[in-house]
């Protein structure tokens, strides 16, 4: 093939993310060859191609086709299902490629999966990426966050087409270039784990919004827009407002009202909370997150609980504290509460990656995390930019909780966040998210905690030793046999 027509970079795997990202590097100016086993897609993004502007998309059949059409050094994204199609893609891919070439990952792939693909494509020659891609359908069309890391060269060699392909926010394009190994895979799990606590705290904010204070839709759809248009501005409360206002084509009413209440998921907030376990960091906002997704799953065992309980003679206190509601001060704790939280679960996140950072020697830059995640991604948000300058301020910050700026906005708002937290349990109405990020803050910000107790338990059962306030050293005491001495 003459080297004028071969495309600037390729991608593989052709589901709707795969089309999209493909379209908009076309877009953007860059030549791009398509492939994917099943050729009815690569037919469908080359229509899409022709209709979406005439846009440089070139597809291709073979896996020996597709290598060859792209120029050298070749880069290759692929975008398919996570584990075991990602290494049968490399293999069919690999067999066609030559040393300097690069592999760029683009799913939601565990990152130890990562780290063991660079060492398999450094001992063929090949250069590999394993890249996080966020925003959705959308954001792969018009402009995603993207996390890669890996080979530093091998990101030199896509930097200008991720440069121009990622959304773009004032303060330049939501991509860099995160670190070594599996960084940009664990970073973006991590962006998942955070976007499991955002969702379920938003979720918390409406079921407190609609059952204690008694509003209709309409009523919510406007709330969130207005809460939209200050300091909780993010795409997740702009879609939330709009998802209040659709209509259900099948029946009366809103659409939000008649979806099963059972929740999906695909694993990154699992393996965001295992890690968090494994690393010893806490993480119970996002923990709780994930705690309600797979209660939600149990919905036949609910409902059954339900009349069980009622039966018991449980009583519905709902009904009860709504009616002494203050509407207009309840929707500006619910904020104030919802901002607080939000905080508390950006600062576990933040701090999971720090710690992840130091084992393996990433050098994570986290101001520049929250730069990248302001724009195409699906926890962009204004307070991004706050979370920037906090780690630009002090990059050895080590919590949210305690930079200045947060720290004065948490205390102002502690008191409307315990209102809320109180009003939902007195009514019976379940606040996870909130209320693990209120325990959260209220035990980071005790310089005494009841361990000292814990701690005694431990030795007297199993002879752990303690430490003491007052003196070095590691202690042991016969608990037992002196509290019945002195008894």
């Not at 991608?11 to 590097?25: H, P, S, W, Y």
């Not at 492939?35 to 070139?58: C, M, W």
């Not at 966040?417 to 209120?438: E, K």
Request: aromatic content about 8%; overall charge neutral.
């Amino acid at each position: 093939m003459e080297a004028a027509t071969l495309s600037r970079i390729g991608l593989a795997g052709l589901a709707v993310m795969g089309q999209n990202l493909a379209l908009n590097i076309a877009e953007k100016g860059f030549p791009i060859s398509v492939y994917n086993r099943t050729t009815s897609k690569v037919d469908e993004t080359l229509d899409r191609a022709h209709n979406e502007g005439h846009l440089p998309l070139t597809g291709h059949y073979t896996p020996r086709d597709f290598v060859l059409s792209i120029q050298k050094p070749r880069s290759v994204i692929i975008l398919v299902k996570a584990g075991a199609p990602v290494d049968q893609t490399i293999a069919a891919l690999s067999a066609h490629m030559e040393p300097g070439d690069t592999i760029i990952d683009g799913g939601n792939e565990w990152y130890e999966n990562t780290e063991r693909r660079i060492v398999e494509a450094n001992n063929k020659g090949l250069l590999y990426l394993g890249m996080g891609v966020s925003g959705g359908e959308e954001g792969a069309r018009n402009g995603p966050s993207l996390m890669p890391g890996g080979s530093y060269e091998a990101y030199n060699n896509i930097k200008d087409i991720v440069e121009k392909v990622a959304a773009q926010v004032e303060d330049g394009p939501c991509v860099t270039y995160i670190g070594e190994g599996g960084s940009g895979n664990f970073v973006k799990m991590v962006h998942n784990g955070i976007e499991y606590g955002d969702m379920q705290l938003i979720s918390e904010a409406y079921n407190v919004l609609k059952n204690v204070g008694g509003l209709s839709n309409s009523e919510l759809a406007g709330i969130f827009y207005e809460w939209n248009r200050g300091e909780l501005e993010s795409f997740l409360i702009e879609i939330t407002a709009d998802i209040f206002k659709v209509k259900d084509e099948h029946g009366d009413g809103e659409l939000v009202d008649k979806i099963l209440d059972k929740t999906g998921m695909k694993g990154t907030g699992k393996w965001t909370v295992q890690q968090a376990a494994e690393l010893s960091v806490a993480a119970p906002t996002i923990a709780a997150s994930l705690d309600c997704r797979y209660l939600s799953g149990l919905k036949d065992e609910r409902v059954a609980a339900a009349e069980v309980l009622a039966e018991a003679g449980l009583k519905e206190e709902v009904g009860t504290v709504r009616s002494g509601i203050d509407k207009k001060r309840l929707i500006d704790d619910v904020r104030q509460a919802l901002y607080a939280s939000k905080i508390c679960s950006y600062a576990q996140g933040m701090n999971l990656l720090r710690a992840k950072s130091l084992e393996k020697n990433w050098n994570l830059n986290f101001g520049e995390l929250a730069r990248i995640w302001k724009g195409g991604c699906i926890i962009r948000a204004v307070f991004l930019d706050r979370i920037k300058k906090a780690y630009q301020r002090n990059p050895n910050l080590a919590s949210l909780v305690v930079d200045p700026d947060f720290a004065k906005e948490m205390v102002q708002r502690q008191a409307a966040w315990r209102r809320v937290v109180g009003l939902a349990i007195s009514a019976g109405i379940s606040t996870p998210g909130m209320c693990a990020s209120l325990a959260y803050f209220d035990t980071y910000r005790r310089a005494r905690l009841p361990a000292n107790l814990v701690q005694a338990q431990r030795d007297l059962f199993g002879a752990h030793t303690y430490e003491r306030v007052d003196r070095p050293g590691a202690f042991h005491t016969e608990w037992t046999k002196l509290a019945r001495k002195n008894a």
